[in-house]
């Protein structure tokens, strides 16, 4: 059942686009709630980067993560897993985002 939940949120991340993925790992390197094992200012710096190369809008104004629905809802999905499934979606998401 557990893997099951991983697997769930790993396939909503394989469809959303590039720009979603990257909002989604910054939201996971900043958000207190997601208490994740790995190294959070290299992840947010590695999102961070790629996301001001590819959306003009990120780089130029304040961004209000609320208004992108996606990626709230796989934050929440996240948010309601134990800390090893977390750990490993954000392995997924750190590994698999070019």
Do not use: H, P
Not at 15 to 21: A, E, L, R, Y
Not at 80 to 87: A, D, I, L, S, V
Request: with cysteine; hydrophobic share 40%.
């Amino acid at each position: 059942m557990e893997e099951n939940k991983v697997e769930n949120v790993i396939n909503i991340i394989k469809d959303m686009d590039i720009k979603d993925k990257l909002r989604l790992g910054i939201c996971l390197s900043t958000s207190s709630w997601t208490n994740i094992l790995y190294d959070k200012t290299e992840m947010y710096e590695k999102f961070d980067t790629m996301l001001k190369e590819i959306d003009k809008e990120y780089r130029t104004t304040l961004i209000n993560f609320a208004k992108y629905k996606l990626v709230m809802y796989t934050m929440a999905k996240i948010m309601e897993m134990k800390q090893t499934e977390r750990n490993k979606i954000v392995l997924y998401l750190f590994n698999n985002v070019n």
